[in-house]
């Protein structure tokens, strides 16, 4: 039986875990500032090698944003689905957020690979290292969030929608929001700034 | 095949040096000792379920003191086979060690006491005292901080690893200074054994950071408002958000160091572009906030000894408050003065200096506010007071002669000088390590149960105070002189070698004084029913931990204490303690993940350090799937009924604080060290002749 000092003991505890997440966003976003720092320090430092501007592709980059920013606002809605119980929306709208966030994936690692393939690889030159650590380090963000939310989904249908899956739920969206957040800063310090 | 089975692992890896040697065998034989204790007195499972696996803070505090004592031996030992070395290096003796040892033993020095001592010291006062300091029953997160505990105790391991596997140690000095760190110039594994040290316990002291923000900015007790709050929780508070806004630098940047050794990236670098400068940048700009991370939880120590040994409300609690505040906030905007030398230009030096010239300021005005406290109190001079009388003295002259190195043109001549090493020593160890003494045999009795003995703790006082006096004012008198830092030889007509003998000598004495502050703790022990404080406040104290029993409950607070001014335990003992209405209380439940998730950390770090791929990604996946377990395991909770924690408040003994009004200052009673030496010898002889061992 639910008493009222329990319901209150679980919003407390909602509320910690939801501020200590926000922290620890906080810590993440300044690992990502000192690589942001370290690629405005390097970036000209190609060493006699092309530049930004003969490697990237304006197009591809502005689609992966696109896919990004969608995907951001599918699990928008689904957040909202789980906060109103509705367990079918929550699985549909992750799914398309889930594939989303995997097209991205798929877009990013094969930049790379082509890159890499031209013999650009990331032990060429300062400029190279930092491009793909800063860019790099984005995706293995995305990755763990695509593996967390394949597991959270999973418990999802097997658990239903609980109040701590809820929380689960609403702690994976902030951190997908703030993956978007960190790749419009990539999107315009990285790709954008070369082609201005 | 061996390559892809053990990596750069080979026979070549084993100690063959006499210093390797020694230490692993030491390491072995401990273990195997201390392996065959527990298992003959059958205490595996009590330890695995009482200790090991527990979420107490208060536990995980203790086991925070345990470890950084050990580590304060081995650091400690270190020191002195530096002074050793360099007070017989002079002329034609080149001392006993050799030149890249001797980089070795100065780099493990730094890094042990910085990130081993100070950081577990801090981080075990901070985990039992900040909860029972602010009403709370336990962490926002008990999880995360048992997560914390055991990847700092990873760290500790993999910091010690290379006496039993690869002989080396980092040779670069304890922040691995690029270029001298990247592969070209230290091929060895030492380096490696470093970055994973300090990259493991690093991320547990930015995830403890987290959990204790949380705790304290969202579970004070009510009434409690961030006005209210005691200053010992101030000073943690600042320093962990210090703590948050650096130590993901620092990983960062390792992450980065380790890019280029590892996959050849060139961020540092000589060649294709690499910046070492941006290196130096990016480490001080978390190295220099980690040494006020350490320092401003010491003043929160000093600010409580201060008023309840003065019997007085700190004098203006919320110019101290500012003056933490002021200080966290500058001390993320000096980091440049550690090389001023780089050649960033004068403007760029003039900021820095100025700005570390600023930082002064608060820090004088914390200074003034102990100082004031004690103006018209009546003192009572317990060690606890002593350690805040030898810090006032101590970091007045750290501080200023810190200040005459923040003048550029006065750091180009004293810029790696012994000077500046004398300078952070009085900081961190008349500054830290005394705050963390003090805090320790101020909380010991809520601790342990029972106090301190006072008359040998003040022997372990004046060893510290005159040893460290003699070991450090010559080591300012040699950077003046012109004597630079690292040296582990110099020419004999400089004339050094008496200031660094004098030095060796002040060493031993502080070494004398480590082993009566151990000696302190078994007569204690041996004295512990005379010592005992049954009241749970035995200083007469005022903020809340000293309310509950000494120790304290598993479950802090039975009622969670209504607060109403700054020092609440003062205000209900003047006003009377209301009679308690019981209540049910939540408790974690005990769990191993952070154990798991430490052992692999631990393994994975070793896998990179020797090229072992497949323990590499075998350990990230146990990483991986531990951590989902836990966070998705719902069950992490139980309930303790009203009547349950009344039985346990009922037999309790109670001995209502009024009753409790002794002299302190009073330490005839205490045993002193010739009747120490003669309890000890009668009962090692009684042991010997009735060969009790047999019936342990």
């Not at chain 1, 689609?63 to 957040?79: P, Q, V, W």
């Not at chain 2, 303690?577 to 631990?602: C, L, Q, V």
């Amino acid at each position: 039986m639910v008493t009222a000092t329990e319901t209150g003991h679980q919003e407390a505890a909602n509320d910690r875990v939801m501020f200590g997440f926000w922290v620890y966003l906080m810590t993440d976003l300044l690992m990502f500032a000192v690589l942001f720092a370290v690629y405005a320090v390097l970036h000209g430092n190609t060493m006699g090698g092309p530049s930004g501007r003969d490697l990237f592709s304006l197009p591809l980059a502005l689609t992966e944003t696109i896919i990004l920013l969608t995907s951001s606002f599918t699990c928008g809605i689904g957040m909202i689905a789980a906060r109103r119980g509705r367990i079918n929306q929550v699985l549909v709208w992750y799914g398309i957020t889930f594939a989303l966030g995997l097209v991205f994936l798929g877009l990013e690692l094969r930049e790379f690979a082509e890159l890499i393939h031209e013999g650009h690889t990331l032990s060429r030159n300062a400029f190279l290292s930092s491009f793909f650590t800063l860019v790099g380090t984005h995706g293995l963000h995305i990755i763990s969030g695509l593996l967390w939310m394949a597991i959270t989904l999973v418990f999802v249908v097997s658990r239903g929608l609980n109040p701590h899956m809820v929380r689960k739920l609403g702690l994976l969206s902030l951190y997908w929001h703030f993956l978007d957040i960190v790749w419009i800063f990539i999107f315009t310090i990285v790709y954008l700034r070369v082609f201005v | 095949m061996k390559e892809l089975l053990i990596g750069n692992l080979g026979l070549k890896a084993l100690p063959h040096e006499w210093f390797t040697i020694g230490a692993a065998v030491t390491f072995i034989a401990m273990g195997l000792f201390v392996v065959l204790a527990i298992t003959h007195l059958k205490r595996w499972k009590w330890l695995w379920s009482e200790w090991l696996t527990s979420v107490d803070p208060k536990k995980i505090g203790i086991m925070y003191f345990i470890v950084a004592g050990f580590m304060l031996l081995r650091g400690g030992l270190d020191a002195i086979m530096i002074w050793l070395q360099q007070a017989l290096s002079s002329g034609s003796s080149h001392g006993y060690l050799s030149a890249d040892h001797f980089q070795q033993i100065f780099t493990a020095h730094g890094n042990i006491m910085v990130f081993f001592v100070a950081m577990g010291f801090v981080f075990g006062l901070i985990n039992y005292i900040v909860p029972l300091q602010i009403g709370a029953r336990d962490l926002a997160s008990p999880f995360l901080n048992t997560l914390g505990f055991w990847l700092y105790v990873a760290g500790v391991l993999m910091v010690n690893m290379f006496f039993l596997l690869g002989s080396e140690y980092a040779a670069t000095g304890w922040l691995g200074v690029a270029p001298l760190s990247g592969r070209e110039f230290s091929p060895g594994v030492g380096v490696d054994y470093m970055i994973w040290s300090l990259q493991i316990s690093g991320i547990g002291t930015t995830l403890g950071a987290i959990n204790f923000i949380m705790t304290i900015l969202r579970m004070r007790a009510p009434g409690m408002s961030l006005r209210k709050m005691p200053l010992f929780t101030w000073g943690s508070l600042c320093s962990m958000i210090m703590a948050v806004t650096v130590f993901p630098l620092l990983t960062a940047t390792l992450f980065l160091l380790f890019f280029d050794r590892y996959l050849g990236t060139h961020f540092f670098t000589t060649t294709a572009g690499g910046d070492p400068m941006m290196y130096t940048n990016l480490i001080w700009m978390w190295g220099h906030p980690e040494v006020y991370i350490l320092m401003l939880p010491s003043f929160g120590v000093f600010s409580e000894v201060v008023s309840t040994f003065s019997r007085k409300r700190i004098a203006s609690y919320t110019s101290n408050v500012v003056g933490m505040i002021g200080v966290s906030a500058l001390a993320l905007s000096v980091w440049l003065h550690h090389f001023f030398t780089m050649g960033a230009g004068a403007n760029v030096n003039a900021f820095f200096g100025l700005m570390t010239m600023i930082i002064a300021i608060p820090t004088t005005v914390l200074v003034f506010t102990w100082i004031a406290t004690m103006y018209k109190g009546r003192i009572r001079f317990s060690t606890p007071m002593l350690w805040f009388l030898g810090f006032v003295g101590l970091f007045s002259v750290g501080g200023m002669t810190g200040v005459l190195l923040a003048v550029p043109p006065a750091d180009f001549q004293l810029h790696n000088s012994l000077f500046l090493v004398a300078h952070f020593h009085t900081m961190v160890i008349g500054g830290v390590l005394f705050g963390i003494f003090a805090g320790i045999s101020y909380w010991f009795p809520k601790i342990a149960g029972f106090k301190l003995n006072e008359r040998i703790g003040r022997y372990a006082f004046w060893c510290w105070l005159i040893g460290f006096l003699m070991a450090f004012t010559p080591l300012y008198v040699l950077g003046i002189m012109g004597a630079t830092r690292r040296l582990d030889h110099y020419d004999s007509s400089t004339g050094w070698q008496p200031f660094f003998i004098m030095a060796l000598v002040g060493g031993i004495i502080i070494m004398i004084g480590v082993a009566l502050q151990f000696v302190q703790i078994i007569a204690s022990v041996i004295q512990k029913r005379r010592l005992v404080d049954t009241t749970g406040d035995p200083w007469n104290g005022r903020s809340l931990e000293w309310s509950v029993a000494s120790p304290a409950p598993f479950y802090n607070f039975a009622v969670v204490p209504q607060v109403s001014s700054r020092d609440a335990y003062w205000e209900m003992k003047q006003q009377g303690i209301p009679k308690p209405s019981y209540e049910d209380i939540h408790m974690p439940n005990n769990t191993a993940s952070g154990i798991y998730i430490s052992a692999f950390a631990f393994l994975a770090g070793f896998g990179f350090v020797w090229d072992i791929v497949w323990l590499i990604i075998v350990s990230i996946l146990g990483i991986i799937v531990c951590v989902i377990t836990r966070t998705f395991n719902e069950e992490t909770e139980y309930t303790l009924t009203a009547d349950e924690v009344e039985k346990i408040e009922r037999d309790r003994i109670i001995v209502t604080p009024a009753a409790h009004r002794g002299n302190d200052s009073d330490t005839s009673e205490d045993m002193g060290l010739t009747e120490f030496v003669k309890v000890v010898t009668k009962w090692a002889l009684d042991v010997v002749k009735n060969k009790r061992w047999r019936t342990w």
